[in-house]
């Protein structure tokens, strides 16, 4: 399954109720079940952004929906990148062949 990091801000409303993360990480991760999307870490951390999380999820659309309703509940606001392990990695390596860089 496709994994993807996604980097989360608070807005000033997510930051106002900031006692009530625990309880809206444990909401996400019940969001998450309803499209297929499993939080496999999450992280408070300190500098640009507020909480990192390391998701899995069966496609692009399923993890875009599940950050587009989380992101609707207001406190929050999340970028999602696209995270290749080493044997997905390996594979797209391979596809380029014997092209050289210009």
Do not use: C, H
Request: aromatic fraction near 8%.
């Amino acid at each position: 399954m496709p994994s993807y990091v996604a980097l989360i801000n608070w807005t000033d409303q997510g930051i106002r109720d900031v006692r009530d993360t625990l309880r809206r990480a444990e909401r996400a991760d019940q969001l998450g079940q309803k499209y297929g999307v499993r939080m496999e870490r999450l992280y408070w951390a300190v500098g640009p952004y507020d909480l990192v999380s390391i998701l899995e999820a069966p496609d692009e659309e399923s993890v875009s929906a599940f950050a587009l309703e989380l992101g609707a509940s207001g406190s929050v606001r999340t970028s999602l990148l696209r995270a290749y392990e080493r044997e997905e990695m390996s594979r797209i390596i391979e596809r380029l062949g014997s092209a050289t860089a210009t």
